[in-house]
């Protein structure tokens, strides 16, 4: 049975007219188990990208085919699964009648029709990636499965539908399933694919060459089979007259939950997190409380984490009132180290965003704070990549030049692991 554990790092202490309590909780999972064993079945999807761009240039098709087929080989017995192929519109690859009742469960003979099937793909048409989503979300509908996940992939941006199309696919698969986004070659939009994850609780990669789709699939299916538990969710308590400003997970990325919360009382809060295998994640929870005069004290939220309305774990986010400015002015470590994260994230974005448009000025501003939030934090992935696209004169003060003739999938690299963060040291 999956055992967690939670730990809260803050700095309690407020000056006399303080209202803000950041916290920051790392929450850690052992002995989760195998996919499915956490509160009834699973189900997985694939969804390629079967437009008529994957036919070349590089054999995307040809390499799309052998990741999905390697995929499907790490889907353990027992799940439900399909496989769906896109271009202008959805077409249900495996399994080929809805007779079958859209999803089978995988065995070896059903791993072996699929890749069957799978090989039988070729790309045609173009790219309408709202319709893939609402088919994917209408067949994992029909199975009666606690944990449903999908991979995406596609190598270009939505220009078959209209844009509201995807809009809504994206709201209405919300809490039916959670999808892995990966883009191949340089001619999708990171923005467009970030969205889906963001909603839907997956991540965002890209797969530069075609040739490491098929690792990547590997990873992504393994970690997915991995997730015992179908289902955590961080339930926040805060107390009469509080408000729960945001709830960031932090680590290993960063995703901001606060717009998924659900209410479960006027005090109670509920934000989900997806499912877990055995890992450990760290979340960043602030609130805003009532000031209250010097001496006093207050339970500033009580945060629960919850399987199947059993709470597993909880940590506790305290506030002291002082009038001693060597208590009240000093940042816990773990809160400083992310919420320069955070901005090193948000910075990054707007810099390529604005160089995109155009602005150089704005854009060397802006990666040049990366540069230098990236040397605070102690985020070398991110420098590396940021080299690539900025010279870095002085990372402390945060002096760069932005480089001439940048390759565009640089930019997308480090566009993508933009929220990937680094613990504290």
Known sequence: MAAFT?????????????????????????????????????????????????????????????????????????????????????????????????????????????????DRVRGSGG?????????????????????????????????????????????????????????????????????????????????????????????????????????LQLRVWAPQGAEVMFVRQVSPSIEDITSKAVAISPLVKEFPTGAWGNESREYHVAVKVAAKPVGAEQLAARLQFVVNDEVVSQGLVKAFWSSDEALTTRINPAVAHYTGQTELAAEIQAGLSAKAAGDDVTATLKLGRAAQLAAETGNEEATTRLKKVVDIEDAETGTVR???NIDKLDEMALDTASTKTTRVR
């Open 402 to 404: 932005l480089k001439r």
């Open 6 to 118: 939670a730990e809260v790092f803050q700095n309690e202490f407020l000056p006399e007219d303080g209202t803000e309590v950041h916290a920051i909780v790392s929450v850690a999972c052992s002995d989760a188990g195998t996919v499915g064993l956490g509160g009834g079945d699973a189900a997985e999807m694939i969804i390629i990208d079967s437009s008529g761009s994957m036919e070349h240039p590089n054999a995307k098709m040809r390499s799309a085919r052998q990741a999905a087929k390697v995929a499907v080989d790490e889907i353990v017995d027992g799940v439900w699964f399909a496989v769906i192929a896109g271009s202008n519109s959805p077409a249900l690859v495996f399994p080929a009648s809805a007779a079958n009742g859209a999803m089978v469960r995988a065995s070896n003979e059903s791993r072996g029709e699929a890749k069957r099937a799978i």
């Open 127 to 231: 790219t309408a990636i709202g319709s893939w989503l609402n088919a994917a979300a209408n067949i994992f509908q029909g199975v009666p499965a606690a944990q449903r996940h999908a991979i995406l992939l596609t190598d270009g941006k939505n220009e078959s539908e209209d844009p509201a199309v995807l809009r809504q696919a994206i709201e209405l698969s919300k809490g039916v399933f959670q999808c892995d986004c990966r883009g191949v070659g340089a001619d999708w939009v990171v923005q467009e694919l970030r969205g889906i994850s963001t909603a839907l609780l997956g991540t965002v990669g890209l797969i530069a060459d075609p040739q490491n789709m098929e690792a990547d699939f590997e990873a992504m299916m393994k970690t997915a089979m991995s997730r015992g538990v179908a289902n």
